[in-house]
């Protein structure tokens, strides 16, 4: 089973309202855990690896956004924002 299909799965066990606050809720311990990261002197490795977890956890939540809401279109904003960025710098 590739990644799509596990994500698809997903979202047909759950449904898409408990996906989509499961990533509110991702999105919030990643919050959490870089303020901590942040906060710190000297972030120890336990630390960064809870970090390196929560942005693995949001990642594949925003994944299964992108299949629900449309991944070319994502990928046209993405785009253009990084454009800006570029120009920007």
């Not at 490795?45 to 991944?71: H, K, P, S, T, V």
Request: charged fraction near 35%; charge should be negative.
């Amino acid at each position: 089973m590739n990644k799509q299909e596990i994500y698809r799965k997903a979202i047909d066990k759950w449904g898409v309202r408990v996906q989509q606050l499961k990533l509110i809720e991702e999105l919030s311990e990643l919050i959490q855990q870089m303020s901590w990261v942040i906060s710190q002197d000297d972030a120890t490795q336990q630390d960064l690896d809870f970090l390196r977890e929560e942005i693995a956890d949001c990642e594949i939540m925003l994944e299964q956004m992108r299949m629900l809401y449309g991944d070319e279109k994502v990928q046209i904003h993405k785009q253009y924002k990084i454009e800006r960025l570029k120009r920007r710098l």
